[in-house]
């Protein structure tokens, strides 16, 4: 099937499009999404995790940055849910060696890194301090998972 060149640019901007982040429920969805992700965010390379660079995108609709988005809000959040239970990751959501590094599913260490600062561990090795910046807007994602949440957020 032969598509004209039109699909390839943004009719607003004329630049040239990075890709796709299909909203399925399907692995190929996933690697699709990551892909176009990892363009967007630095040019095609990986930085970080990009379930974490998605969460980003979930929280500028959520919060209403991206108005014309907002009529999908819950296909995205479906979407975040999918790639945050069938992806694994570091419960301590971080690389460094002081923390917890065991590989477990994204949701749990996201609710994990939540709720650590009630968990009597140690402060060098509490991932609620070291996230903290991003603490608010994890409650939210911890929220919206559905997971017991300490009282008091």
């Known amino acids: 099937m032969k598509y004209s060149d039109k699909f390839k640019k943004n009719p607003f901007t004329q630049n040239r499009l990075l890709g796709a982040i299909p909203l399925g429920t399907h692995f190929s969805h996933t690697t699709v999404g990551n892909h176009t992700i990892a363009k967007l965010v630095s040019g095609g390379k990986v930085m970080g995790n990009l379930n974490m660079w998605f969460a980003v995108i979930w929280i500028l609709v959520n919060e ?38 065991t590989q477990i599913n994204t949701d749990i260490a996201v609710w994990y890194c939540v709720n650590s600062g009630y968990m009597n561990v140690p402060v060098e090795k509490d991932t609620f301090r070291f996230h903290l910046f991003d603490h608010e807007h994890m409650v939210k994602i911890v929220k919206a998972l559905g997971y017991p949440i300490e009282d008091g957020f």
Do not use: D, W
Request: hydrophobic share 35%; proline share 3%.
């Open 64 to 101: 209403g940055e991206i108005e014309y988005l907002n009529p999908i809000k819950s296909n995205i959040t479906e979407h975040l849910i999918f790639r945050l239970t069938k992806t694994k990751t570091m419960a301590s959501m971080c690389g460094l060696s002081q923390f917890v590094s």
